[in-house]
């Protein structure tokens, strides 16, 4: 995978520029955008990325200009002129360019580009130790110019050659010639798909000698507009005529001026960058992703909680602590009466110890439940909000990270609840407490009761018993009775009052318990998947729009 070009060293006269930034972002799009983007669309942008890594890293003070055009329009006689040497056979000696030949100007460094762009050392020439008495304005110290095959070859290797070194030029000469000049091979397989590529493109209409001198200027004229109609409009057109030297100082000027200002290197790696970047939006987009909103990952919650069947324990959990606590503190009749009524617990098929092997077996539905279906709907449509607007590649990379194969939420969450320890059984201290003081009132009454008893026996038999004394004109067996009796439903009314206000806070605690445990199968399974898609996407984008620029 190719890493981005912060290591690469100062080039173009200017240290780490834009067009390194925007190679960076391409990169990290492509890194970002493995997996989910198909290889396809992805490939070429990293080929792209390694190649214009190593061109950041050679030499900054080389423009290569390549010279295209189909067989016969004097693309290797234009060659010729610009270099003042006799390198590209012409005519009858060589009637195709079958191979590219190159011509570097000083100064040194050219050598690294010809390896990089695989110029045979047999096809290279340097005029360095050449004299150059061109004017200033059309010196072209800096240029490697290149004499492609040509396009219309019936050999597939020259095109090959042709496509392959087009990806390497800074400049782009197409010579046409002024009977071929609209033919549509040149134009539809190269010019017209390469519209982007207009600010380092120039047009030559060789061999303009041909044409008649007063209609010249229309032959130009009809150049641009097929050009303008292909999307190029603002492309320099130059008439030349390589054999007798018309207009070649023009081409010259215009080389020489580009390489001066060394824009043309920049130009054509931006004009790359961005025409791999948009291909990358085309394909994944480049909308700001929404997220996941807190309502949304609030009802997902709720949704996860619910299937989990969280409000039937928690329900069963108050209910059961008000029975077990009024099993305790009840009046002793009316707690031995209660027994024969049914358990809220045991109605869930829990065990009465509130284990968690029973807690998780009643509160997971079976497969196929619709509470089950619910939760597996709900995870689906959070993946959709989180991804609503992006691009399809995206939305089913986080849909499917969201409900990965073979995981099933709900048996993770049955192992979250089996794992959570809920204390829901132990009794309250004052529990006891109160069913000691319960038995005691009890007992006290049972002793008044008896005594009266005794007391009436004891008429009928005419025998004594000891006077206990009265309260207020009432036996004091009565009193004590009656009193036991009155203190124990008073307390047993309290204690089931204080015993709803338990069992809401114990209820309250498990779910609390049971919802933190829900929300970490939640966070694990279904957030933190979808946050890292998000988090690669907005990477992607990032890197995608410092591409474009």
């Known amino acids: 995978m190719t890493s981005p070009t912060v290591a690469a060293e100062p080039v173009f006269s200017g240290g780490r520029n834009d067009v390194a930034a925007r190679l960076d972002g391409l990169t990290k799009a492509v890194e970002a955008s493995q997996g989910r983007i198909a290889p396809e669309v992805l490939a070429p942008a990293a080929t792209l990325s390694d190649r214009a890594a190593e061109r950041l890293k050679l030499s900054g003070e080389h423009t290569i200009v390549a010279l295209a055009g189909a067989t016969g329009s004097g693309k290797s006689s234009l060659f010729n002129s610009l270099t003042d040497l006799e390198l590209a056979g012409v005519g009858v000696r060589r009637p195709t360019t079958s191979w590219a030949l190159a011509c570097a100007w000083g100064p040194d460094g050219a050598q690294g580009l010809l390896e990089w762009m695989g110029i045979p050392a047999r096809h290279q020439v340097s005029r360095m130790s050449m004299l150059d008495h061109s004017a200033e304005d059309t010196k072209l110290d800096g240029l490697v110019l290149l004499d492609l095959p040509d396009h219309d070859s019936t050999e597939v290797s020259h095109h090959l050659e042709m496509d ?46 041909r044409i008649p001198f007063e209609e010249r200027e229309r032959a130009l004229a009809d150049v641009k507009r097929i050009l303008s109609d292909e999307g190029l409009p603002d492309v320099a057109v130059i008439g030349v005529s390589a054999t007798r030297g018309d207009g070649v100082e023009d081409l010259k000027r215009e080389m020489a001026s580009r390489i001066r200002a060394k824009s043309s290197a920049k130009s054509r790696l931006g004009s790359d960058i961005a025409s791999a970047a948009q291909a990358l939006v085309e394909a994944g987009g480049s909308s700001q992703a929404p997220g996941l909103a807190p309502a949304d990952r609030e009802a997902l919650d709720t949704a996860l909680v619910d299937g989990a069947g969280v409000p039937q324990i928690v329900d069963a959990i108050a209910a059961s ?56 709907l709900a995870i689906r449509d959070a993946a959709e909000k989180a991804s609503v607007g992006l691009s399809r590649p995206w939305r089913d990379a986080i849909r499917d990270v969201s409900s990965p194969p073979g995981d099933d939420i709900i048996d993770a969450l049955d192992r979250a609840i089996h794992e959570t320890s809920l204390g829901a059984t132990r009794p309250a201290v004052w529990w006891r407490i109160v069913q000691a003081v319960q038995i005691l009132l009890f007992a006290a009454m049972v002793v008044g009761v008896g005594w009266l008893a005794l007391q009436g026996i004891a008429a009928l038999a005419s025998f004594d018993l000891p006077d206990l004394g009265e309260v207020s004109g009432a036996p004091v067996a009565a009193v004590v009775a009656g009193g036991s009796l009155a203190a124990g439903i008073v307390l047993a009314i309290v204690s089931r009052l204080a015993s709803r206000v338990g069992g809401r806070r114990k209820a309250m605690r498990a779910d609390s318990q049971l919802r933190a445990a829900i929300d970490a199968v939640t966070t694990e399974r279904v957030i933190v998947p979808i946050q890292a898609e998000l988090d690669a996407y907005a990477a992607y984008r990032i890197g995608v729009l410092a591409a474009l620029g």
């Open 164 to 209: 392959r070194l087009v990806t390497y030029a800074d400049l782009l000469v197409w010579v046409l010639d002024p009977q071929k000049y609209a033919d549509a091979a040149i134009h539809d397989r190269y010019i017209r798909p390469m519209a982007s590529y207009a600010d380092v493109t120039l047009v030559v209409l060789n061999q303009i000698d």
């Open 321 to 376: 602590t008000r029975r077990r606590a009024a099993q305790h503190t009840d009046w002793p009749v009316v707690r031995w009466m209660g027994r024969f009524r049914d358990d809220p617990l045991k109605e869930l098929g829990l065990d009465e110890d509130l284990s968690m092997s029973s807690l998780a077996r009643v509160a997971v539905p079976e497969a196929g439940n619709v509470q089950r279906a619910n939760a597996e």
